[in-house]
């Protein structure tokens, strides 16, 4: 991609504000619709998987909306420092890390993912990444695009609907269940209740990171609802989150395992990243700890007990777990009526963590 492509790419409408929806692709036709939507995909794909590599500057340079996010002057080492910090150590982008139990890359949900893949001929690289890695969804689904491109360009309509059957399937099936979660967790590593009063203000590197998380739930929502204007053979959106345990009839919880609960976003319905754990613990002043998630919250908890700063904890975690309600109860997600049985479903995990929270509260009173 170079930079006169940018134009095809992102075609914002005029008088559009970063605060409202975004004019992704103005009046063209249906190859050309095609065509900017597998660019936009490829864009954002290589931006999750790379970061910002001499390659791609150029485009984000000649993009107004992502020029802005850049820092000025631009440190790429800071850049590159920055990806791997947000992707490799903090908010882990696999679907099956959000709609799994185990938190382990792998299983059923990534064996989905492939079928997908391999079923529409696409063959990404994975000797360094697990397939249901989001920069491959997204890889995938620019794939997808192109090969409509290539249909429409072709004059095969059939063809072209039968590949937009396959986007819609894939987007209802694995992207749109978890892309909205997923956005949040990176915006939340910015700004969220469990961010102390005190922190100093966020550098400028990470910023286009939570800005391309925005644009592709953006991206695929305004594609999911082009395709639900259409009469297409699949069946509506739907999620089905794996069974939840019943921490609260269990003699045997206690705070471990609480924690262990609290951080499978398909339990506890919101995500908490190494950093989160570390923020809450800063605001509470507690101590911070290191290690896996797991021992890192099982220790802030413990710790919170112990010098009866736990009622205050617990205000942080429900006030994140409203914050998450409201995710799924304004735009963009609740602009768009095909998300409502997705969002239903992660509505129903958080209010059971809310009702969770509500009992270790109670807890504290005995």
């Known amino acids: 991609m170079n930079e006169t492509e940018a134009e095809t790419v992102w075609n914002r409408s005029p008088g559009e504000g970063p605060g409202e929806q975004r004019g992704w692709l103005a009046p063209l036709s249906s190859r050309e619709r095609a065509l900017a939507r597998s660019r936009t995909y490829q864009l954002l794909s290589r931006l999750v998987l790379e970061g910002v590599t001499q390659e791609v500057l150029p485009v984000l340079q000649a993009l107004p909306e992502l020029a802005e996010s850049l820092p000025h002057p631009l440190d790429q080492e800071r850049m590159a420092a920055a990806h791997h910090r947000l992707w490799q150590f903090n908010v882990f982008p696999f679907q099956g890390i959000f709609l799994g139990t185990e938190n382990l890359l792998g299983g059923p949900v990534t064996e989905a993912v492939l079928h997908s893949y391999a079923r529409s001929g696409f063959q990404p690289e994975l000797a360094s990444q697990s397939g249901d890695h989001l920069g491959l969804e997204l890889a995938f689904l620019a794939f997808l695009a192109g090969a409509e491109a290539d249909a429409w360009e072709d004059d095969r309509p059939g063809i072209a609907r039968t590949i937009r059957e396959r986007q819609c ?64 053979l699949v069946p509506a959106p739907s999620l089905s989150l794996p069974a939840l345990p019943d921490l609260l009839a269990e003699e045997s919880t206690g705070l471990k395992e609480i924690a262990a609960h609290l951080l499978v976003p398909a339990y506890s319905g919101f995500f908490l990243s190494r950093d989160d754990i570390g923020r809450l613990a800063q605001r509470h002043h507690l101590p911070r700890g290191f290690g896996e998630r797991q021992t890192m919250l099982t220790n802030l908890l413990q710790a919170a007990a112990r010098f009866d700063s736990l009622a205050g904890v617990l205000s942080s975690l429900e006030a994140l777990v409203g914050e998450w309600q409201r995710l799924y109860r304004t735009a963009p997600v609740a602009d768009h009526p095909f998300m409502r049985p997705i969002a239903q479903a992660w509505e129903e995990r958080l209010q059971a963590t809310a009702r969770i929270l509500a009992a270790m509260r109670a807890g504290l009173g005995d």
């Open 169 to 232: 399937q894939f987007l209802d099936e694995h992207l749109l269940p978890w892309l909205p979660a997923l956005s949040q967790a990176v915006r939340q590593q910015f700004a969220s209740p469990l961010h102390p009063p005190e922190e100093p203000e966020t550098p400028r590197e990470p910023r286009l990171f939570v800005l391309v998380a925005e644009l592709a739930l953006e991206l695929a929502l305004t594609h999911r609802q082009e395709l639900a204007d259409e009469d297409l």
